[in-house]
């Protein structure tokens, strides 16, 4: 692979490697902001900011994808987690694809490591769902339902995520470990593998199935996690990955 001061680079024969290019994966931050064990992903500098060689992103990601096909074929489920606003939006994307739990807004502390009381307020959460679909509101005065439907809408906002979280869990997708601290800390603590898509300033060491790139841009981000989530898919359903060795 070659570049210059534009930034060209000889794809090849290789489509993934311009499909990572032009969702701008390769994007890093300045080298001041570069995590000593980064050092192998990158390949040179534009503009003061460092550019990842993208074939050992795509080296990563074949690894991670073929993990996330083994999970599906396991039939065990992934928690997606991602709440910056470029990651979000994808993250529900991958994780209704893939019928899986989320979170896209906040991480609730525990809901790894304190698994029984999350499980406790999810059921508390959608018995009072059931309760106002199936009419059992109306039994109760109006300030009473307006009370009780308020508190529906503030538990949704963080638990209808993680309605589908079960014990079940064979690994964690995070979108930038050093953003979400709280859940990545969580899953090593349980020994939860996790798979994350990571920019220059984190420690690719500390992740099981590290895919190091622009973790802020949308375009690079939903590429990622579109390639993560078809893997598990294709697993669960016994196909070849879309990710070629």
Do not use: C
Not at 97 to 113: D, K, Q
């Amino acid at each position: 692979m070659a570049i210059d001061a534009e930034i060209k680079i000889d794809f090849g024969s290789n489509p993934e490697l311009e499909e990572l290019f032009r969702a701008g994966a390769h994007f890093a931050y300045s080298r001041s902001h570069r995590h000593p064990n980064m050092a192998p992903f990158i390949y040179g500098i534009k503009n003061n900011a460092e550019v990842f060689d993208l074939e050992r992103v795509l080296e990563k990601l074949r690894e991670a994808s073929g993990f996330m096909k083994k999970l599906g074929e396991a039939k065990k489920s992934v928690l997606w987690v991602g709440t910056k606003p470029s990651a979000a939006r994808f993250i529900e994307e991958a994780a209704s694809e893939t019928h899986s739990p989320y979170v896209s807004i906040r991480w609730l502390g525990g809901t790894l490591t304190n698994a029984k009381i999350i499980r406790e307020r999810i059921k508390y959460f959608e018995d009072l769902k059931n309760k106002k679909e199936s009419g059992e509101l109306g039994k109760y005065t109006k300030k009473e339902e307006l009370l009780i439907l308020r508190e529906i809408r503030a538990l949704g906002k963080y638990l209808s995520g993680l309605t589908l979280l079960k014990n079940d869990l064979g690994a964690a997708v995070i979108v930038d470990p050093g953003e979400e601290q709280t859940a990545f800390r969580e899953a090593l603590k349980v020994k939860l593998p996790v798979v994350a898509i990571l920019s220059s300033d984190n420690d690719p060491a500390k992740v099981d199935w590290p895919v190091p790139a622009n973790d802020i841009s949308p375009s690079s981000v939903g590429y990622i996690l579109k390639k993560l989530s078809h893997a598990y898919v294709e697993g669960l359903q016994g196909q070849n990955s879309g990710v070629e060795e």
